[in-house]
Nanobody, 125 residues
Framework: VQLQASGGGLVQAGGSLRLSCVAS????????MAWFRQYPGKEREFVAA????????YYADSVKGRFTISRDNAKNTVYLQMNSLKPEDTAVYYC???????????????????WGQGTEVTVSS
């Protein structure tokens, strides 16, 4: 499966962006879908995920209440709606998916084998 992320750009603090990640193959309710981000020179970090089958969502504390992850299996797409953006949200955002894995690893970078190419988000103050 190839993942194509888009929707990044430059936005002022307090603004909104919606990221999209389209899969080249059908994604199903049996896939965990997630977004991560990476600051320059830093490790990639968890942002949000949606659990397979249940659709339960998980968020990093830093984005909880501001970001919303959603999925449209019919369109093979996962979204990240980002509201009330802050300068510290500036990063490259990556989508990822996996078909197996226990719930306790849903936030772990190493637990995902399929990644998109990244889309850059810049939030100006």
């Amino acid at each position: 499966v190839q993942l194509q992320a888009s929707g990044g750009g430059l936005v002022q603090a307090g603004g909104s962006l919606r990221l999209s990640c389209v899969a080249s193959e059908r994604i199903s309710s049996s896939d965990d879908m997630a977004w991560f981000r990476q600051y320059p020179g830093k490790e990639r970090e968890f942002v949000a995920a949606t659990r397979r089958n249940t659709g339960t969502t998980y968020y990093a504390d830093s984005v909880k209440g501001r970001f919303t992850i959603s999925r449209d299996n019919a369109k093979n797409t996962v979204y990240l709606q980002m509201n009330s953006l802050k300068p510290e949200d500036t990063a490259v955002y990556y989508c990822a998916t996996r078909r197996t894995g226990i719930l306790s690893t849903i936030r772990d970078v190493a637990a995902y084998s399929r990644w998109g190419q990244g889309t850059e988000v810049t939030v100006s103050s």
